[in-house]
């Protein structure tokens, strides 16, 4: 059996800690409009941290990510957002937010 990668990545959020949950709300709406479904792309996770990948089969490309990327840096809402490389989301080298 072959393994066929589907790339993806992962983002880590933090918020500004006096951010009101409305202003989460709203930055959340707006980053599922704008960043993923604008990029054809999807989004399984949480406030903080999850998994983005292409919302049809296939994978991930470095312009996608790049675009995220660019998206969320531009944020007033967010005192920083990490995104990691592009990754095998079915077989990841390492667990993705592993259990301590």
Known sequence: ?????ELGFELNLDFKED????????FLDAFLKEAMEANGLGYVGGDDFGLVCLQKRGSVSEEQRAAV??????????TEATVSPL???????KPINPVA
């Open 19 to 26: 951010l009101a949950d409305e202003a989460i709300d709203a």
């Open 87 to 93: 990754i095998d989301v079915w077989y990841p080298e």
């Open 69 to 78: 990327e660019a998206w969320l840096k531009g944020r007033s809402e967010l």
């Open 1 to 5: 059996m072959s393994k066929t990668k």
